[in-house]
């Protein structure tokens, strides 16, 4: 308790003056620091160094970690705010997309395609992204991690292109 009493309001009173330090974090630093002391006293050594400095500079570490949290978290919540602003499809998108997939599917169905690659371009259709996922469709999970991403990129270039052949044939039909 005397630690608590003696070193708390000069701590806090020291990383204040750090750039970026705000007096929430800098109390929650320095509280961080006495438990941290209070939790493990024998990992203070008095011949290196006074009870003070030893606690400062918990109290830095612990500032400057919860700093880049900080930091790292707001940078976090603009990338994906800019991505999702960018990148989200307007309302009345989505359903016509659902209607695409469902049309593309039918063709899907009567076309002469082999049903693994059927089931594969299914989930590359509705969405799935899942590198293992497709390899279990498409019966590659017998082989290493590399060469089952290779097989796997493969096979969707492979689908991409037979699906685009098949829409192409089918608008030459209509011609």
Known sequence: MDVFLTFMEPLVRALKRNPGCNEDDANDSAIDAVYAYLHKPQRYDPRKSSLSTY??????????????????????????????EVWAPAPNKDMETRVEVHLILKKLDQAAIPEKDQACLRLMLT??????????VLELMHLPQLERRREVKRNQDRLKQALKRLFEEEHDDES
């Open 127 to 136: 969405g799935e992204r899942s590198t293992d996922r497709l390899a279990e």
């Open 55 to 84: 606690l400062g500079r918990i109290a830095l570490r612990k500032a400057q970690d919860r700093y880049r949290a900080s930091t790292s978290m707001t940078i976090r919540n603009r990338d994906f705010g800019s991505a999702v």
